[in-house]
Every structure is written in C-alpha cells, then in structure tokens.
C-alpha cells in the first residue's frame, strides 16, 4: 500500500484489531508498549531484537483444537477487568517488574530465566481467566498434560529444557532452548500424543526436519518410542491418541516483507480487497 509510517506506527492502527496484530508487524522479539493516553494512540509495539539474536530457540505448537472459543479473548478480558481482583494486582505488581525481567532474559539469552518467566506468566494469566466472574476456561485436559510433561521433564535436567505459554485457548507453544532440546521434546510430545491416522506427513507441519533429527519417519517409529526416562515407576503411563489436532514445528520468524512478485500477494493490489 506504500505507505510511509513506520512499523511502530503502523503497530498503534494495527492494536485496535487485535494485540496480536500489533506485535506481528515485527520478527524477532517484540514488545508491546501499554502506553498513558486514554485513546492509545501511544500503546504501540517495538522490536526487542530481530530473529538472528536467538536463532537457537525452536517452537513446536500443538494444536489442541481449532474449534470456535467459547468467549472470546475480547470480551473474556473485559469481564476480567471488571471482576477480576487478581488481573489488579497483576496489572500494577506483577507485569511491569516481569517485563524488566523478560527484557534482560532475552537480552542474555538466558534460557532459564526465559523458561520460568514464560510459564509463571501463562500460568498466572489463566488463573486470572479462574478468577474471573463467571470464570472462563481456555485450557482443556490435554492443556494440563502438556504442562505436567513439561515441569515433569524440565525438573528431571540440570536446567529447563523448554518454555510453554498458553494464550486465551487449548493449544500450546513449546518453546525449546535448542535443536537438540526440540528432537527430545517431539519425541515426548508423539509418545503421549500418538496421530490417530498413519498419516504422519499431516500431523507434523512445518520444519519436518526436527522429527527426522529424532529418527521419527514413519507411525512405526512413533509406536517404537520408548516412555520418557523421567518416569519413575514401572507403570507405562497412559497415551492420549488424537488428544491432539497436529504439531507445528518453527522457529522465531522474521516480520513483513515486500513482495516483488504480486501474484504472491493475498490483497488486490488495487482495491486493497482481498483476492
């Protein structure tokens, strides 16, 4: 659309659609600032650090469900703003000093702290969904698996091997410290959650390269998996095939780019419509 703005001020239109929006205008590691104007017109996003700073990191997102959301993080958030005393405390207390944090970790590449103030904030945010009136629940059964396979496997090591952070529904982002970390969390990840079909090509999206690095080519190498090592006891714990839709396997991404091919472009470039 040529325009001249800068992403940061392009972030402030975006913001009014969606949080989200706001933030993807960059790659990397970006930040969402609050702001002070009551119109927000100065709540806006900027980059942290592009995707190169930490290109160790790798993402496997499991897609719980892809079903419609019983409230929607819009109106879920308005209610908890109004009802909810813990979303007061954690707006003044808690999130100002995690962002300070947040900032430092990423900034040293400091994988623990990442990974605990990834999880505590995720976990805290959906406690304040809980305590919300009436409550909401984003977070199903299979929400809570994944987060005991992870504390479960992040305790049994010297130091945390992966990050979860849930948003406003089921599905997970895990966020492993590096490709070694990745092969051993997919692994983990397809022995609890075995495909319901042989179809393996449909049920790891994404950089399949990761499974392949974990020797899964093919479902007889899912069945071949043994339980994870931090399970104590003798008893095979239990699997949850088709608990989950399918995995994505990606990495920190980079932000827009111009297209020098307008074929690949989704908008008409003259009315701006989509195609």
């Known amino acids: 659309m040529d325009v001249k703005e800068d992403e940061s001020q392009l972030s402030a239109i975006a913001r009014q659609g969606s949080g989200s929006a706001c933030r993807s205008l960059f790659g990397g590691f970006v930040k969402w600032i609050m702001g002070k104007e009551d119109n927000g017109s100065d709540s806006l996003a900027v980059q942290l650090a592009d ?3 930490w290109d160790d990191l790798v993402i496997v997102i499991a897609v719980v469900s892809s079903r419609q959301k ?35 970790a990423i900034k040293n590449r400091d994988f623990a702290s990442f990974s605990q103030l990834t999880c505590a904030d995720s976990n805290q945010f959906h406690a304040v969904c ?3 009136s009436p409550p909401i629940f984003y977070m199903n ?52 959650f075995p495909p319901n079909s042989d179809d393996l090509s449909s049920y790891i999206i994404g950089d399949k390269s990761i499974a392949k690095d974990a020797g899964i080519n093919g479902i007889q190498d899912v069945e071949a998996l043994p339980p994870p090592p931090e ?5 095979p714990p239990q699997k949850y095939k088709g608990d989950v839709s399918y995995f994505i396997c990606t990495r920190p991404g980079r932000g827009p780019v111009l297209l020098s091919d307008s074929s690949q472009a989704l908008l008409n470039g003259e009315t701006g419509l989509p195609k």
Not at 144 to 166: D, G, L, M
Not at 231 to 235: H, R, S
């Open 130 to 132: 809980l305590d919300t």
């Open 70 to 104: 019983e409230t929607s993080s819009t109106s879920g958030m308005c209610e908890s703003v109004e009802t909810s005393l813990l979303l007061q405390h954690r707006a003044k207390e808690i999130v100002p000093k995690r962002i300070l944090q947040m900032e430092e």
């Open 141 to 192: 059964d299979t929400s809570h698996r994944i987060i005991s396979i992870a504390e479960k496997w992040n305790r049994s090591e010297e130091a945390p091997q992966v990050a979860y952070t849930f948003d406003a529904g089921p599905n997970a982002v895990l966020i492993a410290r590096n490709r070694k970390a990745a092969t051993s969390l997919i692994q983990r990840l397809l022995y609890y």
């Open 51 to 53: 995707e190169k700073h």
């Open 231 to 235: 399970i104590k006891d003798n008893i």
